[in-house]
């Protein structure tokens, strides 16, 4: 009986490792858990763009939004263990998840960690009509109509939320926060007057303010950005330490081979380290920022922790 089972499980064992060297052979997807148009949705469409000359196979882009990103990942969580079904989303967001919401899959037992992608501060942009032109000058129009202006989120409890909390409790405003599907939607129903001021992600919200949708008030990072050097820091305005952003990385189901996660790994930081890519993300204000499956899982452990006791600092509830 026991000679049986060692023979299965030794051809098991060798379809496994030529599946991992073979791989891939068929399309592989890549889930963005929120909206077209977001910071995810526009990095998952550049680096598909890119992998499918490395791989020789198709990637598509599948949008799944919905409770801040947690259905797409749900999806993926459950998904074969193959490198088939990739997810692509704000980890931040990810992270926070666990702090807000009863969740049908745990981050850190249900996800193969791959890579960080990118890093890119928060835009803190407001309605055009809104008459400030500076941190100080929103922070006393919203002290004078308490709870009045509208804070547009991409999702309660995602990364950009708990940047409007996090300048709620320096400042001591009060935002009426407004929920969208993803960020995308949010800068919609910013633009259209839906709501007053956002918190998001450069890449996909620039665009936005370079058309003259938004008025840029300033950038959540810690020092200025390269390409908009005028713009000051939250933190210059006298928010001490004030960093905030969207950290966009690739997860695949847990139990993934290894041999796969570490060429999805190795294929997707190489695609991101060419000149080109470097300087059109740099461009738009994403600075490529990767790990490997170590240090990724490593990150999204430290970063639940810091996120928990933020959440329970702030009595952040649904």
């Avoid at 009045?148 to 935002?175: C, D, M, R, Y």
Wanted: with cysteine; net charge positive; charged share 15%.
């Amino acid at each position: 009986m026991n000679k049986v089972i060692a023979a299965a499980c030794g051809a098991w064992c060798l379809i496994g490792v030529a599946s991992a060297q073979n791989y891939p052979t068929k399309t592989i997807r890549i889930i963005v858990p929120y909206p077209a148009g977001g910071t995810s949705d526009i990095l998952a469409r550049l680096l598909s763009a890119k992998l499918n000359d490395v791989f020789g196979q198709t990637l598509i882009v599948d949008n799944r939004p919905g409770a801040n990103g947690n259905i797409g990942a749900d999806l993926v969580a459950k998904s074969a263990p193959d490198g088939y079904t990739l997810l692509l989303a704000d980890l931040g967001a990810l992270t926070i998840s666990p702090s807000i919401y009863k969740l049908p899959f745990d981050v850190v037992k249900d996800f193969a960690p791959v890579t960080m992608v990118t890093y890119s501060p928060h835009l803190l942009a407001v309605h055009p009509a809104v008459p400030v032109k500076t941190v100080k000058e929103l922070v006393a129009l919203a002290k004078s109509k308490p709870g009045l202006l509208n804070f547009a989120v991409s999702g309660i409890g995602g990364a950009p939320h708990l940047a409007g909390v996090a300048f709620e409790a320096q400042t001591g405003v009060k935002w009426t926060y407004i929920p969208y599907k993803g960020g995308s939607d949010a800068i919609i129903g910013l633009a259209s007057g839906q709501a007053d001021a956002i918190f998001n992600g450069m890449l996909a919200t620039y665009p936005h303010v370079k058309s003259g949708k938004l008025k840029l008030i300033a950038v959540s990072s810690s020092k200025r950005v390269a390409s908009i050097p005028d713009v000051p820091t939250v933190a210059e305005a006298g928010l001490k330490d004030f960093e905030t952003g969207s950290w966009q990385g690739v997860v695949a189901a847990a139990g993934t081979p290894k041999d796969i996660v570490g060429r999805l790994n190795g294929e997707i930081s190489r695609v991101l380290g060419t000149p080109d890519m470097k300087e059109n993300l740099a461009k738009q204000g994403a600075e490529v920022y990767t790990m490997t499956p170590e240090q990724l899982g490593n990150w999204l452990k430290t970063e639940i922790d810091k996120w928990a006791k933020v959440v329970k600092a702030a009595n952040l509830k649904l």
